[in-house]
């Protein structure tokens, strides 16, 4: 690791933050329903991109942090946007405000199409 590979992380990763923020608020200011839509969709975008640009890079799932491209795009832009504590912080909310199904829902449901789009977005790569 150098300078030059932490410099790339988090300039990416500062990007990605700013774009996941970014979307969030304009979501937020479209969906006022029961269910954290704006951490949901940005999972599930963030995990196409991972899964085509790994297949589109020839990036194996344990050397994702070699080069510079994998460290500025897929460690640090896409790893800036997606969120995965921001999704048990929903789920959490969600379930101390005695919605335990929307929590369990949520968190199913963001596994499983995030799952889905990661593998679509590696199929439509190759």
């Not at 990416?12 to 937020?28: C, D, E, F, P, Y």
């Not at 994998?70 to 800036?80: D, E, K, P, R, S």
């Amino acid at each position: 690791m150098t300078a030059l590979d932490v410099f790339w992380v988090g300039l990416g990763g500062g990007l990605g933050s700013l774009l996941r923020w970014w979307i969030g608020l304009r979501v937020a200011r479209l969906y006022k329903g029961p269910l954290p839509l704006a951490t949901l969709l940005i999972n599930v975008s963030g995990a196409f991109v991972i899964g085509y640009l790994s297949i589109l890079f020839s990036v194996d799932w344990r050397d994702r942090y070699g080069d510079m491209l994998n460290a500025a795009v897929l460690t640090g832009i896409l790893g800036g946007y997606t969120t995965f504590s921001s999704m048990q912080l929903d789920a959490s909310k969600l379930a101390k405000a005695k919605d335990r199904a929307w929590a369990a829902g949520y968190l199913i449901l963001s596994v499983l199409v995030g799952l889905a789009a990661a593998a679509f977005g590696a199929w439509l790569a190759r």
